[in-house]
């Protein structure tokens, strides 16, 4: 997964800070307004939440099955509540569309993809050229993660 | 030791050429200063009081001749002809340029070497026994285990924003040489009673502002399951770790206000989920990893020394370490010179060095938390001629262990977290008792030195300790007693008011001589200190 | 008086602030008054000073300028340990002037 390619095109829809620069998926872009992860867990509804970084994200767990979008925030590139929170959605089997949004930048993009991110909806747009190449920064990798890559250690023993 | 396959150099290469994107849009004004630090400080870039500096890694202390030689040489083509060897076994150059940190890295990498991720709020270059591979009193050579966790925390996608920096320690004997449980994770390779190895995880230990011990969570962990429940214990940190305060935001704030029962619950539910999810690196792996740190080919030899030289003497009785083959020892080489600035090298000391471990120790050199190089295999047939080449090169000290061999962090004269210099007193210190002749008296004692509260100079674990404060725009130094980071660990109590450079020497004085009066057979400052209590000691300082 | 400082960018060299540019000598360091913020933000914008700060220093007799606070006067001489790499090797009583 490592040469995917990603849908550059959905950036260009506009320019409002909510707006998907860099999708990794083929499906239509979900375009559902976000309700908090309180608010998803009392009505029964809701099919796209955001999670913020205090937020429980196992607090969804029951509800994965009629999620379509789930966002994650960013309020500071510096806090990392939310690479966890994205492991954990894709570990309890979440397949929807997982978005990172808020102060989203070049540096931080190959990690949150290892993660499981598949969206990106940073709040400034980045340099298209800068981020193709920081999504292709690690030809192999150490840690097994939310993107399925075979780790360096399994290509060892294969 | 360890070599790089393809994939590590890759994985090195790929960093440098990520760092030099970084420093030129930082150079563009394409990232901010606030964006690129964390960058820069995840490649071991700070910008100190004077200059950039660059913290180089030397995973769990070891490294080769080659590499050795690259340093001296990194000091004399980008730096002004020195490095700084700290007490989390790595080396810092105080005088770096941005524009030129790529290269160093690039030159760097050409011997298997980096910076990564030796400072910013991830998980730090892992350390580990000085001693480990050489020592006669292991279970096992802790280094594998220390490369498997190194190859994990290495660009880990989950754990590169955590709440503070992470570091990690990993050791494998009774004896505690890596101050192991002031570590946020300290792990002791052992034994359980079914005669199997596997690891004790302790957790939540520090120094800083805020110092503790780490309590014990787990008693074995199966080496099959060594990186998962890491993975746990980090995870559960990064969710739930102080973010709204960065001095309450380590790992053992968490430990201590959970309580480290309920972190520990927490932990276990983590990881047996994550034993699920396929974290745990191959067990072949461990095996691959192991006859990297096999023993090289010791030879049977002589096993004492001519002792008609006295200066030699001494330093064998203090400078070496008992090795697992008898024909040989472990040589520590000295970076403390009376008078001289803790933990530095020059350039071309540093490539002395690394031709010494060539000539007398399989190629092989460590770096000591305490600031000290150590040859691990030297023939005990070798020693004297090592012994003249190091004197000749100001490198024969012999004072390990001693109230000479002082920790000192660069304090006021580099940093700029500082709020007192260290580097004087410890000059100063070394001075004094060389020339009273009192070191000998004195024995084993540690004496270390911060100057600010972080703690860097560990004086919380000093059986001596020195934290240097600021007093209304002055240099003051409060003293404390009682601390050890070994196996014996304990956090050392302030005497009371602090003093100012000239009064804090002299109070060092002071107690080394209530020790002196007061010591029974075979005690150690920190024995008799146990012993006593801190009131003679206070009396002696401050009368009654 | 209120004085300004910062590293170099590209360099890392300690600078002080001499009224339009940045030089490694204190003693050039001018007065700035209220304008700290304006001029900082300004240099810093066009990255010719990284991480400036507005200090307090007081401008001596003979017309030389010491900071008012122990780390400022180390940034401005260098390391006290090392007289051979401060800006004055050959005064090692400038060594007393930072204390």
């Known amino acids: ?158 | 030791m360890y070599k790089y396959d393809n994939y590590d150099q890759q994985m090195v290469d790929a960093r440098v050429e990520e760092f030099r994107g970084q420093a030129k849009r930082r150079l563009e004004g394409k990232l901010t200063e606030d964006q690129f630090k964390p960058l820069r400080l995840m490649n071991g870039l700070y910008l100190q009081l004077h200059a950039y500096m660059l913290r180089v890694a030397i995973p769990y202390g070891t490294l080769n001749s080659a590499q050795m030689s690259a340093l001296g040489d990194i000091a004399d083509k980008y730096d002004r002809g020195y490095g700084h060897f700290t007490t989390r076994q790595n080396i810092q150059y105080n005088w770096i340029k941005l524009e030129d940190a790529a290269d160093i890295l690039a030159d760097l990498s050409k011997v298997e070497m980096h910076a990564i991720q030796t400072s910013g709020n991830c998980i730090r270059n892992i350390s580990s026994d000085h001693f480990a591979g050489a020592t006669h009193d292991e279970l096992v050579d802790p280094r594998p285990y220390a490369e498997l966790l190194r190859q994990w925390s290495s660009f880990h996608p989950e754990f590169t924003y955590l709440p503070r920096k992470f570091k990690i320690a990993v050791i494998a004997a009774e004896k505690d040489r890596a101050a192991m449980r002031l570590h946020d994770i300290g792990i002791q390779i052992v034994k359980n009673d079914a005669g199997e190895i596997g690891a004790r995880f302790f957790v939540g230990g520090g120094m800083g502002r805020t110092p503790m011990i780490a309590p014990m969570i787990r008693d074995f962990v199966p080496l099959d399951q060594l990186v998962t429940y890491a993975e746990g214990c980090l995870r559960v940190y990064n969710r739930y770790g102080r973010r709204d305060n960065k001095y309450k935001a380590r790992i053992k704030i968490l430990v201590h206000e959970l309580g480290a029962e309920e972190y520990t619950r927490q932990v276990e539910e983590e990881f047996a989920h994550l034993l699920d999810q396929g974290v745990e690196p191959p067990r072949p792996e461990l095996e691959r990893l192991k006859p990297f740190f096999a023993d090289p080919p010791f030879e049977d030899g002589p096993k004492t020394v001519d002792r008609s030289d006295p200066d030699f003497a001494l330093w064998v009785d203090r400078n070496t370490h008992r090795h697992k083959h008898d024909s040989y020892v472990s040589a520590v080489i000295s970076l403390k010179p009376v008078g001289g600035i803790p933990g530095d090298a020059t350039g071309e000391q540093i490539r002395t060095m690394a031709r010494l471990a060539k000539q007398y120790s399989f190629d092989e050199l460590r770096v000591m938390h305490t600031q000290n190089i150590v040859l691990p295999h030297v023939k005990i047939a070798d020693l004297h001629a090592l012994w003249t080449e190091l004197d000749a090169a100001e490198l024969g000290a012999p004072n390990l262990d001693t109230i000479e061999d002082i920790i000192a962090c660069p304090g006021l004269d580099y940093c700029a977290l500082a709020n007192a210099r260290s580097i004087p007193l410890a000059q100063r210190i070394s001075e004094r008792f060389d020339k009273s002749g009192k070191t000998a008296e004195l024995g084993e004692l540690k004496l270390k030195i911060s100057g600010c509260i972080n703690a860097c100079g560990h004086h919380h674990a000093g059986h001596i300790g020195i934290l240097g404060v600021d007093k209304k725009g002055k240099e003051n130094y409060q003293l404390s007693l009682g601390g050890s980071e070994a196996e014996d660990v304990s956090l050392a109590k302030i005497t009371g008011p602090g003093f100012d450079e000239d009064g804090v020497i002299e109070a060092v004085e002071t107690v080394t001589d209530v020790y002196i009066a007061q010591r029974e057979d075979g005690e150690r400052f920190l024995d008799t200190y146990r012993r006593i209590g801190m009131s003679p000691f206070k009396e002696a300082l401050y009368g009654k | 008086m209120k004085i300004l400082t910062g590293n170099d960018l590209k360099t890392g060299a300690v600078v002080w602030w001499t009224g339009n540019d940045w030089s490694i000598y204190v003693d050039d360091a001018v007065d700035v008054g209220d304008q700290a913020e304006e001029i900082m933000a300004r240099e810093e914008a066009a990255r010719r000073v990284n991480v400036p700060y507005s200090l307090d220093a007081e401008r001596e007799d003979d017309g030389k300028v010491r900071p008012a606070h122990i780390k400022d006067r180390v940034r401005a001489l260098g390391p006290t340990v090392r007289p051979d790499l401060t800006l004055k090797p050959q005064s090692p009583e400038a060594i007393d002037w930072v204390i």
Not at chain 1, 18 to 44: L, P, S, Y
Not at chain 1, 55 to 65: G, M, T, V
Not at chain 1, 103 to 111: A, E, G, K
Not at chain 1, 130 to 150: E, I, M
């Open chain 1, 1 to 158: 997964m490592g040469n995917d390619s990603f849908d550059s095109e959905a950036g260009s829809l506009g320019v409002s800070p909510d707006e998907v620069q860099f999708r990794f998926r083929d499906d239509e872009v979900a375009d559902h307004g976000t309700v908090t992860v309180d608010a998803c867990c009392d009505q029964t509804n809701a099919t796209a939440v955001r999670i913020e970084p205090g937020d429980d994200a196992r607090a969804l767990l029951p509800f994965l099955d009629r999620l379509a979008l789930v966002e994650v925030n960013f309020p500071t590139f510096g806090d990392g509540r939310g690479y966890s929170a994205a492991r954990i959605l894709r570990e309890a089997g979440y397949t929807g569309e997982l978005r990172a949004v808020g102060d989203v930048l070049i540096d931080q993009l190959s990690h949150m993809r290892r993660c499981g991110f598949d969206a990106f909806a940073p709040d400034k747009r980045l340099d298209e050229e800068d981020a193709v190449k920081a999504f292709a920064t690690w030809d192999n990798v150490y840690q097994s993660a939310a993107d399925g890559r075979k780790t360096i250690q399994e290509l060892r023993h294969e």
